[in-house]
């Protein structure tokens, strides 16, 4: 790859969540491209094995938390722009507290000491949940209003509110944009995010629904996010979507990239509440989180689309990488990591 240019007023770039799936793939493109990168992770986490150690090194480390506002308030000195990727994902109810402090709580610490240190350049990672889902198949751009619904999950609810935090920071003086990700898959630790995905499969876990959603390479998402960074545009939002398909062509398609058997029980509304009690009280015995909740069953029977045309106007040069060759790809690595 052949480094770009920084942008021309941004030389320094510190990435909340460095250590997380997107975070990772974010240190990576913007070490590409030329970046002196501050990488912000707890003491707890590690180093991503699914990114180059040669591109790890070239990282400077920073612990902390965005919780915590002294190491915070650190971190930030002497940069110019902050990547904020940091949150907690999860559809468990065992994780809520700590997933609404630090979403919401944390992205208000992010936004107010990135004011206070004059940072020049702000990209907030959201995602789509904060838009709202639907169930008919309505196409969603970035002009959907939040709107509560049953079918928003506790985890849209906390992307949306630090969304309002965002907003509150752009209309204080921040420059820069929240961009809204889809599903993200590719290549990562499949004990996390939506990486389980691929061990759901590999698993050769049963169920499958019709329900349809959208979806992002992690590569591709990492650099759209990059390119808003260097671009001029403030004060706006970008859905970042590869392609929107069923669920079942999604499990299909890993299954075929992982040699597994594809999922054959079509789980509709009533057997999916079957099947995600049914793994509450497996995951009672074994102690490990259920594969299914109530939340992701309840998202996998919706039906949403996501326009991605907006981002394509502003990055003309941008092309998401076909679903298909992303998913496929992914599988590969997740074999070969794996299967030693």
């Known amino acids: 790859m052949i480094a770009a240019s920084p942008h021309p007023i941004i030389k320094s770039v510190l990435v909340t969540g460095a250590t997380g799936f997107l975070g990772a793939y974010i240190l990576q493109v913007l070490i590409q491209n030329g970046y002196k990168v501050r990488g912000l992770a707890r003491n707890t986490s590690s180093r991503p094995f699914f990114i180059a150690p040669e591109i790890l090194q070239q990282v400077e480390w920073v612990e902390g938390d965005v919780l915590d506002l002294g190491s915070l308030e650190d971190a930030l000195q002497g940069m110019d722009a902050v990547i904020h990727s940091a949150a907690i994902v999860s559809f468990h109810r065992a994780d ?46 970035e002009e959907k209003k939040w709107v509560d619904s049953r079918l928003n999950t506790h985890y849209a609810y906390t992307k949306h509110r630090a969304e309002m935090e965002v907003w509150r920071g752009l209309a204080e003086g921040l420059e820069g944009v929240i961009v809204n990700p889809s599903t993200i898959l590719g290549f990562g630790n499949w004990d996390n995010s939506s990486c389980a995905i691929f061990k759901n499969v590999y ?64 789980a ?73």
Not at 125 to 136: E, F, I, K
């Open 203 to 266: 698993q050769e876990f049963p169920w499958y629904t019709n329900g349809v959603n959208g979806f992002i390479d992690v590569q591709d998402a990492a650099r759209a996010i990059v390119g808003l960074l260097e671009h001029t545009v403030t004060m706006e939002r970008f859905i970042l979507n590869g392609e929107s398909w069923s669920f079942k062509q999604l499990l299909e398609t890993i299954a075929k990239g992982l040699n597994k058997n594809p999922p054959y029980r079509e």
């Open 96 to 141: 809520r507290k700590k997933m609404y402090a630090t979403n919401i709580n944390g992205t208000a610490n992010v936004v107010n000491f990135s004011i206070e240190a004059g940072i020049k350049r702000f990209v907030h990672v959201s995602s789509v949940a904060a838009l709202g889902r639907t169930a008919n198949g309505e196409s969603v751009t």
């Open 268 to 340: 509709g509304p009533f057997l999916s509440s079957l099947a995600w009690r049914l793994e509450k009280i497996k995951a009672a015995f074994t102690g490990k989180k259920p594969l299914l909740s109530r939340e992701t069953a309840k998202i996998a029977q919706s039906k949403t689309y996501f326009d991605n045309s907006k981002l394509l106007q502003f990055l003309p040069d941008f092309h998401y990488t076909p679903l298909e060759k992303a998913v496929l790809s992914a599988a590969e690595r997740y074999l070969l990591h794996y299967s030693r």
